[in-house]
């Protein structure tokens, strides 16, 4: 089945940096969305992408849809204690699929 | 914004007994699903559901039914508690239409002791 790739599985970066993550697959997605998960809570949806080269930015957050439609970005500037927590990438591949997830991507940000 | 609510944010049984995880939405979603998260394996889909009384097989539906009599509650339900079934269980929904964004509750974190 469809699988989607994050890595590495755990960044460390110093408060004040950006940071950039992407999302890569074999197959082609319709939709992107990236969620935030912090400890001890369930995913939170931070930007919801539906067109090839769509860029989208929600605050210090900006996420793009890839023009091969197999991959997306996320980039965090400016990070801050708070942007701690998983970064999970999640797509569909059509109209009628489930949705599939990344295993996500743990950044820890130093003050 | 929507929300999900999950009954219980912590939870602890013994191994043998029927466990029930509830989940309840307040956005009139026509689609509710139960997924477990354990490290390393990621958001694993249980069951979903696209209707009242209407149910699907997620990717690893053994040891584990659903009910779904109203529209706005989904129940997980564990018939005969392993500790293999020791996770965070997470309740999500979503809006009828293709690609919508599922929506999470806060999670259960379920002990089989």
């Known amino acids: 089945g469809q699988q989607l790739n994050q890595s590495p599985q755990s960044m460390f970066i110093q408060e004040g940096e950006d940071v950039s993550m992407n999302c890569t697959s074999s197959?082609?997605?319709?939709?992107w969305l990236w969620y935030k998960q912090d400890p001890g809570e369930g995913p939170v949806l931070l930007i919801a992408?539906?067109?090839?080269?769509e860029l989208t930015s929600n605050g210090r957050l900006t996420a793009q849809f890839g023009i091969t439609r197999k991959d997306s970005f996320l980039n965090i500037s400016a990070s801050i204690p708070s942007d701690v927590g998983i970064y999970f990438c999640a797509g569909y591949t059509g109209a009628n699929s489930k949705l599939t997830f990344g295993k996500g991507i743990t950044l820890s940000v130093r003050p | 914004d929507v929300k999900v609510t999950q009954s219980s944010r912590y939870l602890v049984k013994r191994t043998g007994e029927k466990v029930f995880l509830e989940c309840v939405q307040d956005m009139d979603h026509e689609n509710m699903f139960w997924y477990r998260q354990d490290p390393g394996l990621g958001l694993r889909l249980i069951y979903f559901?696209?209707?009242?009384?209407?149910?699907e097989k997620g990717d690893i539906p053994e040891g584990y039914s659903v009910s779904r009599e109203k529209k706005e509650r989904f129940s997980l339900i564990l018939e005969s508690a392993s500790t293999n079934q020791t996770s965070m269980y997470l309740c999500?929904?979503?809006?009828?239409?293709?690609?919508?964004?599922?929506?999470f509750g806060d999670g259960t974190r379920l002990s089989i002791l």
């Open positions: 559901s696209y209707d009242v009384k209407m149910k």
């Open positions: 992408l539906y067109k090839a080269g």
């Open positions: 999500a929904s979503s809006s009828t239409g293709p690609s919508q964004p599922q929506h």
């Open positions: 197959s082609i997605f319709n939709t």
